[in-house]
């Protein structure tokens, strides 16, 4: 039976930290598509009990930001592959913030820098929930890819922002992603 709390604990964060993964879904833009991403590298922040940031990083689709700008809802989920079955879930409300925003500079400054930083998205936790995790099976974690990182890099700046221009500025379903802001 899954455990819930008002915010996370400091086991929570731990596990957090030890786990190469997590899961972002946000509620679709009317007649769209659910969004639910998997995300890596080192994106994340626990910034307090109730309150997370990462690191949007550029890739093929750009759903997360509009999604939240239409319906601020969002889960966040880790699991682990490991000896210790645990689904961590945090319930909450997010929004995306743009690189040329006003809090851009402080929530950067909360995250490391990486090559095609997108939006930071800020999540304002209101329910965590833990569980088993009993059906997760056993997976070994190796190494990060060095794919997206090389890929932004090859691009640079300029490349990035064009990038966003031609395959960022809308959704799967066509509505713009607000990503201009960053051109």
Same mark, same amino acid.
């Not at 819930?4 to 598509?33: D, K, N, R, Y």
């Not at 969004?35 to 550029?58: A, F, Q």
């Not at 995306?96 to 999540?123: K, S, Y």
């Given at each position: 039976? $899954?455990?819930? %709390? &008002?915010?996370?604990?400091? &086991? !929570?964060? @731990?596990?957090?930290?030890?786990?190469?993964?997590?899961?972002?879904?946000?509620?679709?833009?009317?007649?769209? !598509?659910?969004?639910?991403?998997?995300?890596?590298?080192?994106? +994340?922040?626990?910034?307090?009990?109730?309150?997370?940031?990462?690191?949007?990083?550029?890739?093929? #689709?750009?759903? *997360? @930001?509009?999604?939240?700008?239409? /319906?601020?809802?969002?889960?966040?989920?880790?699991?682990?592959?490991? +000896?210790?079955?645990?689904?961590?879930? *945090?319930? $909450? *409300? #997010?929004? =995306?913030? !743009?690189?040329?925003?006003? /809090?851009?500079? =402080?929530?950067? #400054?909360?995250?490391? /820098?990486?090559?095609?930083?997108?939006?930071?998205?800020?999540?304002?936790?209101?329910?965590?929930?833990?569980?088993?995790?009993?059906?997760?099976?056993?997976?070994? %974690?190796?190494? &990060?890819?060095? *794919?997206?990182?090389?890929?932004?890099? #090859?691009?640079? &700046?300029?490349?990035?922002?064009?990038?966003?221009?031609?395959?960022?500025?809308?959704?799967?379903?066509?509505?713009?992603?607000?990503?201009?802001?960053?051109?």
């Amino acid at each position: 039976m $899954g455990k819930q %709390f &008002e915010g996370l604990s400091e &086991e !929570h964060t @731990a596990f957090i930290a030890q786990q190469p993964v997590f899961f972002v879904a946000t509620v679709p833009l009317p007649g769209g !598509h659910v969004n639910l991403s998997p995300k890596g590298m080192d994106s +994340l922040r626990v910034v307090s009990s109730n309150r997370i940031v990462w690191l949007n990083l550029t890739g093929s #689709g750009n759903e *997360t @930001a509009p999604q939240l700008a239409a /319906d601020p809802r969002i889960t966040l989920m880790w699991m682990s592959t490991t +000896l210790k079955p645990m689904i961590l879930r *945090t319930y $909450g *409300t #997010g929004r =995306a913030v !743009h690189r040329n925003d006003p /809090d851009w500079p =402080a929530l950067a #400054g909360l995250l490391p /820098d990486q090559p095609g930083a997108r939006q930071i998205v800020e999540v304002s936790i209101d329910l965590v929930q833990s569980s088993c995790g009993y059906a997760v099976p056993f997976l070994e %974690f190796r190494a &990060e890819r060095p *794919t997206l990182k090389s890929w932004a890099e #090859g691009k640079g &700046e300029d490349g990035i922002r064009s990038y966003w221009a031609e395959r960022n500025a809308t959704t799967l379903n066509g509505q713009p992603t607000g990503i201009e802001a960053n051109l």
